[in-house]
């Protein structure tokens, strides 16, 4: 009797992993992706040339800079 049982659990063992081993298999998923056109970007007055400059000398370093105007207009 004592056998019967040893064999009815390693049997219900084997079972169990062989399921989980085929439960387990990866299945290719397929994704729809979708692409949004972004909208235009239209720069209406370029900015000066040289608006940011950098001096060095002995007393250390100057920076000078230009403020710049930007407008963004949402469509």
Known sequence: ????????IIGFFIMAVVLMITGCKETPVEKEVIIVPSKTVIVEKAPAEKSTS???DKKGVELKSEE????IEND
């Open 68 to 71: 710049l105007d930007v407008k």
């Open 1 to 8: 009797m004592k056998n019967t049982k040893m064999k009815n």
């Open 54 to 56: 950098i001096t060095l």
